[in-house]
């Protein structure tokens, strides 16, 4: 790996994979606890469905080809479709989208292609169309099967149809992800054991289990609903992994369970550091050059976003180089999260650092039992995993 000798210089001798991500920012109603970039779909806004969905395709082939000057010649490995509610769309726009990305990027032979889909926007007949546009994972926002924790929440389906919708998702896709939250409002130990033995009786090959926080700027944060103690919460994590360990699910980041041989390609990119461009209204995305690393944000309310695309041609606020100063911090932050980590020289592949850089880090970090203690991988200790954001913030300088 060759290195500047000046440590504010990096020098990448090879680029990390590429993926994209597309963001569909409306959904049909905002959940209180959610701090993505999404908004409530209102009728009469342009179009029956509440958006008008030529008008954002059209923004989005745009805004990729915006992209395209950066990336020439890079193989693109996989495609996420997040929200919002991207599953609002219909089958004929997935397809008229796809098919235009497959036309102007050069997209890996089966690619994982993933959707996000809520329970309450499940239809067979539009899934099959999904499929047939080129979808083969569906990532499912189930939250819970009870009920009252579902009413809780704020979701706009309810138990029966969240399993009605994973059928519906086994019958048309390759793969599907089940989201679940835990920690929720009136949660007890068997309730959450109750939502996992439902979701493992499905036999899909994946889930994402989120403790639910309180985040800023949500309705939640404002009005904070009374949850589990801190006790029940961590009574219901250790009984949830032994339940998916059982059942052959390994836990390869902090969030995410699958069987061998079917984690997220598109998410395990993001926390190797490897490169995306991200497109749609309030994206984030991020290139690698062999000098530099870059970070680009889009417009994010989804009529400035369009308007931006139509007038400018451009609809991007701001796009910067990350400084060597930063780049170990951001590294770490997301290679952290797996639980078997990175090889140690991926450090310098993916920032063009030295090693040297986080060595204070290192050391602090396996001297507390936070860092496992091979040299060949960087890896968070089970204690280190635990106390997550402990063991980032090392890296912090």
Known sequence: MAISSNTNKIALTALPPL??????????????????????????????????????????????ETELPRTWGRQVHSIFIGGGTPSLLSAQGMDKLLSAIRARIHLEPDAEITMEANPGSVETEKFAGFAKAGINRVSLGIQSFQDAQLKALGRIHNGEEAKRAIGIALQHFKSVNLDLMYGLPMQTLDDAKKDIETALSFKTPHLSLYNLTLEPNTYFANFPPKLPSEDVVDAIFEQSLDLLTKAGFQRYEVSA????????????????????????????????????????????????????????????????????????????????????????????????????TISKGLDEASKKGLLDSDPTVLKGTPQGLRYLNNLQELFLN
Request: with cysteine.
């Open 257 to 356: 369970y699958a069987k061998p041989g079917m984690e997220c390609n598109h998410n395990l990119n993001y926390w190797r550091f490897g490169d995306y461009i991200g497109i749609g209204a309030g994206a984030h995305g991020k290139i690698s050059f062999p000098d530099k690393v870059t970070r680009q944000v889009r417009e994010r309310h989804p009529e400035t976003y369009m308007q931006a695309i139509e007038q400018n041609g451009n609809a991007l606020i701001e796009s910067k180089e990350i400084s060597a100063a930063d780049l170990p911090f951001e590294f770490m932050l997301n290679t952290l999260r797996l639980t078997d980590g990175v090889a140690t020289n991926t450090f310098s592949e993916r920032t063009g650092l030295p090693l040297s």
């Open 19 to 64: 993926s994209l991500y597309i963001h569909f920012p409306w959904c049909e109603k905002k959940c209180p606890y959610c701090d993505f970039n999404s908004h409530q779909i209102k009728e009469g806004a342009g179009a029956v469905s509440g958006f008008d969905e030529e008008r954002y395709i059209n923004a989005l082939i745009a805004d990729l």
